[in-house]
């Protein structure tokens, strides 16, 4: 890879994302101490480099739209309540086409590649609340333990779509993926790994509340007309109904105690938000451009 600064052109492609992605699986996964240790440390400086010149490349592209979202509690939260209708992606043609005419060979190309670019809900919040304030805090704990089956394992999110990637047989492998589904989850891992880009990641998070039911509902249908079970479905049947209910909380116990606290967070969270939408626009095209080949 070039050095960050010499523009964009570098990031929106397999290449760097998926050297991008590889480096997330190795410096994220639990380890032992190493004899190479400051070669690692070495290492991951320079890829926290790239990965900042990619996040302020996100956020050139949407300063703009972000710039006008309000920064009062109530004027924020009309304008992130209509990013379900209007946000990057929203109402793409994709997912009526799942639910209603999409093959078994199609809903295995979507879903492994929708697989390979879940970089974990639950992780990526265990991340973002480090040191937000006790009432935000409490509603991400409160979600966390959700995603986590309220200390059920059968009722943990993650277990559920692994059931579905092994029902499907599906092949979810860094290297086999799409680099748009790749940035998708490149990107929620940037945000939430770096303090600097906290509330970015809290936006980013609240977004995915936001607008997966309906995509969740789409693709849950398609599985059903193909006959799978609701074993393979839970996962998109779940989150058809438990994220609308998130979504409100979010808005009431996150973003309106922490707008209130600082406006300022009011432009983070809204650039976090549609530089999450935006990754899965791409995905979305990209898709429709393999798939209605």
Not at 67 to 87: H, I, Q, S, Y
Request: with cysteine; proline share 4%.
């Amino acid at each position: 890879m070039r050095e960050a600064s010499r523009g964009a052109s570098q990031f929106f492609n397999a290449r760097f994302q998926r050297a991008l992605a590889h480096w997330n699986r190795r410096r994220l996964a639990p380890a032992f101490p190493t004899p190479d240790w400051q070669k690692q440390l070495d290492e991951d400086l320079r890829m926290q480099r790239f990965e900042g010149a990619f996040l302020e490349e996100l956020r050139l592209e949407i300063a703009s739209q972000a710039a006008a979202a309000p920064t009062d509690v109530e004027g924020f939260l009309a304008w992130f309540e209509e990013l379900k209708a209007t946000g990057p992606g929203q109402g793409d043609p994709l997912f009526p086409w799942l639910a209603a005419e999409a093959d078994v060979e199609d809903f295995r190309y979507f879903l492994s590649q929708e697989a390979a670019g879940e970089a974990g809900f639950e992780d990526l919040t265990a991340l973002a609340q480090v040191k937000v304030p006790a009432s935000a805090k409490m509603e991400l704990a409160n979600n966390y333990w959700d995603e986590m089956g309220r200390g059920n394992p059968k009722g943990m999110h993650g277990p559920m779509l692994d059931a579905l990637v092994a029902e499907l047989k599906l092949e979810v492998e860094i290297d086999e993926t799409i680099w748009e589904s790749l940035a998708l989850a490149n990107a929620m891992t940037a945000m939430a790994t770096s303090r600097r880009y906290a509330w970015h990641a809290i936006g980013a998070l609240g977004a995915i509340e936001l607008t997966a039911p309906g995509r969740s509902r789409a693709t849950a249908d398609g599985l059903k007309r193909l006959g799978f079970g609701g074993k393979a479905r839970r996962y998109f049947e779940l989150h058809a109904v438990l994220d609308v209910r998130h979504s409100e909380d979010w808005n009431a116990k996150v973003f309106a105690p922490l707008v209130a606290e600082d406006p300022r967070r009011a432009t983070a969270f809204a650039e976090g938000a549609l530089i999450r939408l935006t990754a899965g626009a791409r995905c979305f095209e990209r898709y429709r451009q393999t798939l209605w080949s």
